[in-house]
Antibody, heavy 119, light 107 residues
Framework: QVQLQESGPGPVKPSETLSLTCTVS??????????WGWIRQPPGKGLEWIGS???????FYTPSLKSRLTISMDTSKNQFSLNLSSVTAADTAVYYC???????????WGQGTLVTVSS | DIQMTQSPSTLSASVGDRVTITCRAS??????LAWYQQKPGKAPKLLIY???SLESGVPSRFSGSGSGTEFTLTISSVQPDDFATYYC?????????FGQGTKVEIK
C-alpha cells in the first residue's frame, strides 16, 4: 500500500522560505508510471494545484507561483520536496503531497500539513 | 487558466436520494476530468477520472459523465458516508485547476 507523509518545520515568517518534504513508502518515486505533486488548501477554501515532478526531474508549476517555487526529488530517500520563497499570509494553507497516476489524477495523498505564515 | 465552475455550491439531500453535481469548464477539456470527495480534516479521495472511469474501490453508486465543457457526478442513492464536499479537477492543460467545491449536506 502506497503511503505519503508530509513533513516540515512548522510556522514560517513572512518573506521566509516554506520547505516541505513528502516521504513515499510502498512505492518508488523513480517509477515511470507516476508523477508526484503538491496541492494546497487555504483554511475553509478550495484546492489549488501547485506543481508536480516526474522521475526524470521534469517539473510543472502553476504560473502564479512559478517565480517562487521549486519542486525537487531525492530518489535515494524516496522523497520529493517543495520550496516556496518569499511567503506571505496568503500562502497559509494545508499542503498535500500526492501521487499522480497518468500524471494527472491524485490517487494517493498524504494526510496534509498546515503551514501558517505569521510573524 | 481553465476555470472550473461547479453547481450547486451546496446541496441538501436525504439518504437514498439521487444526487447530481455539475462541473463546467471555461473551454473544452475533452474527457480530462476527475472528481474527488473530501471530508473535514481529511485529504481528498479520487472517485472518478477520465470523466467516467471509476477509481478502484469506489462504490458503484458513484458515476461520472460528460465531455467537452460539461460534466456530471451522480450518486445514485446517497448513503450516510457520502455527506462530504466534492471537487472536480481538469487535467487538459496546465495548470491543473479545481472547481470551487459542492458540499452535500444531510436534509
Amino acid at each position: 500500500q502506497v503511503q505519503l507523509q508530509e513533513s516540515g518545520p512548522g510556522p514560517v515568517k513572512p518573506s521566509e522560505t516554506l520547505s516541505l518534504t513528502c516521504t513515499v513508502s510502498g512505492g518508488s518515486i523513480s517509477s515511470s508510471s507516476y508523477y508526484w505533486g503538491w496541492i494546497r488548501q487555504p483554511p475553509g477554501k478550495g484546492l489549488e494545484w501547485i506543481g508536480s515532478i516526474y522521475y526524470s526531474g521534469s517539473t510543472f508549476y502553476t504560473p502564479s507561483l512559478k517565480s517562487r517555487l521549486t519542486i525537487s526529488m531525492d530518489t535515494s530517500k524516496n522523497q520529493f520536496s517543495l520550496n516556496l520563497s518569499s511567503v506571505t499570509a496568503a500562502d497559509t494553507a494545508v499542503y498535500y503531497c500526492a501521487r499522480l497516476k497518468a500524471g494527472k489524477w491524485g490517487d494517493y495523498w498524504g494526510q496534509g500539513t498546515l503551514v501558517t505564515v505569521s510573524s | 487558466d481553465i476555470q472550473m465552475t461547479q453547481s450547486p455550491s451546496t446541496l441538501s439531500a436525504s439518504v437514498g436520494d439521487r444526487v447530481t453535481i455539475t462541473c463546467r469548464a471555461s473551454q473544452s477539456i475533452s474527457s480530462w476530468l476527475a472528481w474527488y470527495q473530501q471530508k473535514p480534516g481529511k485529504a481528498p479521495k479520487l472517485l472518478i477520472y477520465d470523466a467516467s472511469s471509476l477509481e478502484s474501490g469506489v462504490p458503484s453508486r458513484f458515476s461520472g459523465s460528460g465531455s467537452g465543457t460539461e460534466f456530471t457526478l451522480t450518486i445514485s442513492s446517497v448513503q450516510p458516508d457520502d455527506f462530504a464536499t466534492y471537487y472536480c479537477q481538469q487535467c487538459n492543460s496546465y495548470p491543473w485547476t479545481f472547481g470551487q467545491g459542492t458540499k452535500v449536506e444531510i436534509k
